[in-house]
C-alpha cells in the first residue's frame, strides 16, 4: 500500500506538491511550538543544574512544560486553544488575527512561520522528487527553521537541534546519499573548527566574543550535509547576506551599531540553499570571482 501510495505521488506531481504543502503547514505549526518552548525547556534545565550545582534546595515541583504539555493557550488570558482555533494558516485568517476569547493580537509569526514551512517544503520537493534525498532534505529543512526561529528571539542555537542532525548527515553519508562519507566528516570537522578558529583569534584581538558556540557546531552539521567542497559556499553566501541585512537595519534604524546579531540563521540559510543548489552556487561564484 505505501509502495502505491508513492508510486502515485511519483506519477502525480501536482498531487505530490500539493500534498507536501499540506504537510508544510502541519510541521509548521508544530515548529512554532518548538520555538517558543524548546527555549523555556531549557532554561528551566540550566536552573535546576545550578541549584544542584550551587546544593542550594531544589525549587518546588512544577507542572509539566514539555512539546506535548500542557495545550497551548492565549498568552494574555489563558484561553486554551480549541483544536477549531489551531488548524494551520487558517485558523488565523478566520479568527482575524486575534484571540477569540479576550481579543488580544495574535504575532503573526505563526502563520508566517506556518506559511514559509509550507512554501519551503514544496521547494524541496519539487528539486529533489519522491526520494530518499527528499525525505532526508525535509528534516533537515524543518530543523533548520525550528534553530533559526529560536536563535532570532534567544540567541542560542540548541544542541538537541544541531547535534542529531550532525549524527544523521554522517549517517546518511554511509550511503551517499548527498555526499560520501570522507567528505562528510571532513566537512563536519572543518566547519567546527574554521568558525572556532575565528572565534579565537577574535578574541585574542578584541577580548570580545564574536559568536556563540552554536554556530560551530551547526556549520559542522551543515558539513556533514553538503560536505567540505561547499563549506566555503556557505559561509561566503551566510557573511553577505548578514552583512546586508545589518547594514539595512542600521540605516533603517531597527538596530544600533555594535548590537549582536544571530549569524545562524544566515548560515541556516545558506546551508539550506547549497544542500539543494549547491554545484550551481559554487559555479556562480566562480566565474564571479574567476576563481
Given at each position: 500500500?505505501?509502495?502505491?501510495?508513492?508510486?502515485?505521488?511519483?506519477?502525480?506531481?501536482?498531487?505530490?506538491?500539493?500534498?507536501?504543502?499540506?504537510?508544510?503547514?502541519?510541521?509548521?505549526?508544530?515548529?512554532n511550538v518548538v520555538i517558543y518552548r524548546l527555549p523555556v525547556m531549557m532554561q528551566r534545565e540550566w536552573?535546576?543544574?545550578?541549584?544542584?550545582?550551587?546544593?542550594?534546595?531544589?525549587e518546588a515541583e512544577q507542572p509539566a512544560f514539555n512539546l506535548v504539555t500542557p495545550r497551548s493557550r492565549c498568552g494574555h488570558c489563558g484561553h486554551r486553544i480549541t483544536a477549531r482555533e489551531n488548524i494551520p494558516l487558517l485558523s488565523y485568517?478566520?479568527?482575524?488575527?486575534?484571540?477569540?476569547?479576550?481579543?488580544?493580537?495574535?504575532?503573526?509569526?505563526?502563520?508566517?512561520?506556518?506559511?514559509?514551512?509550507?512554501?519551503?517544503?514544496?521547494?524541496?520537493?519539487?528539486?529533489?522528487?519522491?526520494?530518499?534525498?527528499?525525505?532526508?532534505?525535509?528534516?533537515f529543512t524543518w530543523s533548520l527553521i525550528a534553530a533559526a526561529g529560536i536563535d532570532i528571539g534567544h540567541k542560542l542555537?540548541?544542541?538537541?537541534?544541531t547535534l542529531p542532525l550532525?549524527?544523521?548527515?554522517?549517517?546518511?553519508?554511509l550511503g551517499n546519499v548527498f555526499v560520501s562519507l570522507e567528505d562528510s566528516v571532513i566537512g563536519a570537522m572543518a566547519g567546527y573548527l574554521s568558525l572556532?578558529?575565528?572565534?579565537?583569534?577574535?578574541k585574542l584581538l578584541t577580548g570580545k566574543e564574536g559568536m556563540g558556540h552554536g554556530d560551530f557546531k551547526l556549520l559542522?552539521?551543515?558539513?556533514?550535509?553538503?560536505?567540505?567542497q561547499l563549506l566555503l559556499v556557505i559561509v561566503l553566501?551566510?557573511?553577505?547576506?548578514?552583512?546586508?541585512?545589518?547594514?539595512?537595519?542600521?540605516?533603517?534604524?531597527?538596530?544600533?551599531?555594535?548590537?549582536?546579531?544571530p549569524f545562524g540563521p544566515y548560515l541556516a540559510a545558506a546551508g539550506w540553499i547549497a544542500l539543494l543548489w549547491g554545484a550551481e552556487l559554487a559555479g556562480f561564484y566562480f566565474s564571479l570571482f574567476k576563481f
Open positions: 500500500m505505501f509502495a502505491n501510495l508513492i508510486a502515485v505521488l511519483d506519477q502525480t506531481p501536482a498531487l505530490y506538491l500539493g500534498y507536501l504543502f499540506l504537510v508544510g503547514l502541519l510541521v509548521g505549526s508544530f515548529l536552573r535546576r543544574d545550578c541549584l544542584e550545582y550551587l546544593e542550594q534546595p531544589a485568517l478566520l479568527l482575524g488575527g486575534k484571540c477569540s476569547s479576550c481579543g488580544t493580537r495574535i504575532s503573526p509569526q505563526y502563520p508566517l512561520v506556518e506559511l514559509f514551512t509550507g512554501i519551503v517544503t514544496v521547494v524541496v520537493g519539487w528539486q529533489l522528487g519522491v526520494s530518499l534525498q527528499a525525505l532526508a532534505a525535509l528534516l542555537l540548541p544542541d538537541s537541534i550532525l549524527w544523521l548527515g554522517l549517517l546518511l553519508a572556532w578558529s575565528v572565534f579565537v583569534l577574535f559542522a552539521m551543515l558539513g556533514a550535509w553538503t560536505g567540505w553566501t551566510s557573511s553577505l547576506v548578514g552583512a546586508v541585512v545589518g547594514i539595512s537595519m542600521i540605516l533603517l534604524k531597527k538596530t544600533e551599531r555594535g548590537t549582536q546579531i
